[in-house]
């Protein structure tokens, strides 16, 4: 998360360096944040134990970003997306608030074999429900996809690495590509 902060503060023009001194990591951020010593906190994906827990000891409120900031973001960093926080997603969250979602990526080696790639991403694009309703860490994972309908390979490939060619036949398979 420190990346995190440091590269969307920095897209708002913000010094992480006035927050750094200041750095604690999310278990001791959520009881700081309880004791009432500090006033925020940046936190990873919801949902998340220290997060759920938090909202239970304490009212929490998501804080959305101001006009035109969330833009400025998704703008800067292209392995951001944007994402909706729907209510419930923490106790007291009572409407959608959107927020910035990550694209965290699956990597392998340009030899992998071809067959191999595409069954993992196969199963991955034709699962993407199944895996939402197991975890709620991938709601929305059929979200991700959808620029690839817009942008091509390039809505995937982030700095300058091509998808593997097993993806981009899984992809084209599943109507994502043409």
């Given amino acids: 998360m420190t990346q995190h902060a440091r590269s969307i503060l920095g897209s708002l023009g913000i010094s992480f360096s006035q927050f750094s001194p200041h750095y604690?990591?999310?278990a001791n951020g959520a009881d700081a944040l309880a004791r009432g010593e500090?006033?925020?906190q940046l936190q990873c994906p919801v949902p998340n134990k220290v997060m759920t827990d938090l909202a239970e000891r304490i009212a929490v409120r998501v804080l959305p970003y101001g006009p035109g900031q969330l833009?400025?973001?998704l703008k800067a960093i292209p392995y951001y997306r944007r994402t909706v926080m729907k209510p419930g997603a923490v106790r007291g969250l009572?409407?959608?608030?959107s927020q910035i979602a990550v694209v965290n990526v699956l990597v392998t080696h340009a030899r992998s074999a071809e067959e191999t790639v595409h069954a993992v991403v196969?199963?991955?694009v034709s699962g993407a429900g199944k895996l939402g309703r197991i975890n709620p860490l991938f709601a929305g994972l059929d979200d991700l996809f959808r620029p690839l309908r817009s942008e091509g390979p390039a809505a995937l490939e982030f700095g300058g690495v091509a998808l593997h060619a097993?993806?981009?036949?899984?992809?084209?398979e599943a109507g994502l590509l043409v």
């Fill in 24 to 26: 604690l990591d999310f």
């Fill in 38 to 40: 500090i006033d925020a």
């Fill in 166 to 172: 097993g993806a981009l036949r899984a992809y084209r």
């Fill in 94 to 97: 009572d409407a959608d608030v």
């Fill in 122 to 124: 196969r199963a991955i």
């Fill in 71 to 73: 833009d400025t973001v």
